[in-house]
């Protein structure tokens, strides 16, 4: 027998044998192996398009925070300017009061300083009235002691008070 050239039978049952094996691979293997393929090919389409819906869901996340970044900016920018104006507002109230307060201080002050003074002048008045007073009965007594110096003492007062 020869090896290398094929006889007819040899051709003949190896065909039967492969038509046989594909038969049996085509009954039980091949759609396996294709729904295998398919549902690979399924799964890889799948995480294509989740990873684009995740690429364009990043987008929209991104997008998102850099408006509420931009928003809290502003807001931030807002409430900054708010405390800066009612702060500038307390102190000026708080120096309008001071100054308000401070020329009421002044006034009552001044107030206080008339009265004093008035008081004090009313004293003096009181007190040098006193020693008038005092004075006279003192010069009085030493006028009247004398019986010469009361004649004199009249004497003078009716020529003043005719000149007046």
Do not use: Y
């Not at 039978?9 to 294709?34: E, M, N, Q, S, Y």
């Amino acid at each position: 027998m020869d090896l290398i050239t094929p006889g007819f039978g040899l051709v003949f049952w190896t065909a039967i044998t492969f038509l046989c094996l594909l038969f049996i691979l085509r009954k039980f293997a091949w759609k396996p192996i294709l729904g295998a393929v398919s549902d690979r090919e399924d799964g890889i389409v799948k995480a294509l398009a989740s990873a684009e819906n995740a690429r364009k869901e990043m987008e929209n996340l991104t997008a998102d925070n850099e408006r509420i970044l931009k928003e809290a900016r502003a807001e931030r920018e807002t409430m900054l300017k708010e405390a800066r104006e009612i702060k500038d507002k307390m102190i000026s109230d708080a120096k309008e009061e001071a100054q308000v307060q401070a020329n009421k201080m002044i006034e009552q002050a001044q107030d206080a300083i008339v009265n004093e003074k008035k008081a004090a002048m009313a004293e003096l008045k009181s007190h040098v009235a006193g020693l008038a007073v005092d004075i006279a009965e003192k010069v009085v007594r030493e006028e009247l002691s004398n019986k010469d110096k009361q004649l004199q003492l009249v004497e003078s007062m009716l020529s003043e008070a005719t000149l007046n």
